[in-house]
Nanobody
Framework: VQLQASGGGLVQAGGSLRLTCAASGTIFRVNPMGWYHQAPGKERDLIASVTAGGATNYTDSVKGRFTISRDNSGNTVYLQMTSLKPEDTGVYYC???????????????WGQGTLVTVSS
């Protein structure tokens, strides 16, 4: 089991970034996958998810700005982030989870996240 998020960096407000999550393990192919955002000093929150069948879900704060997708193998998940805001700053993690977007619990495999910093 392996998870690796990448693609973070420093960007100005209004800019874009594309995050990539490389995952190996059956759980990441068959379970919904999500991107989590942890702002400085805050809890880690699920902000976007995609099922094995490709259905997506987003928290209101990123709806219309972020797009989650996964490749056909299920081994790679992406998060296209546009119109970035300073409040999007934080560490982004990917992980599989159980349950639904609104009532879920993540798999116990937190890889190293990727830091996104949005300057105003």
């Amino acid at each position: 089991v392996q998870l690796q998020a990448s693609g973070g960096g420093l960007v100005q407000a209004g800019g874009s970034l594309r995050l990539t999550c490389a995952a190996s393990g059956t759980i990441f192919r068959v379970n919904p996958m999500g991107w989590y955002h942890q702002a400085p000093g805050k809890e880690r929150d699920l902000i976007a998810s995609v099922t094995a069948g490709g259905a997506t879900n987003y928290t209101d704060s990123v709806k219309g700005r972020f797009t989650i997708s996964r490749d056909n193998s299920g081994n790679t998940v992406y998060l296209q982030m546009t119109s970035l805001k300073p409040e999007d700053t934080g560490v982004y993690y990917c992980n599989a989870f159980f349950g639904t977007f609104d009532r879920h619990w993540p798999a116990p495999y937190w890889g190293q996240g990727t830091l996104v910093t949005v300057s105003s």
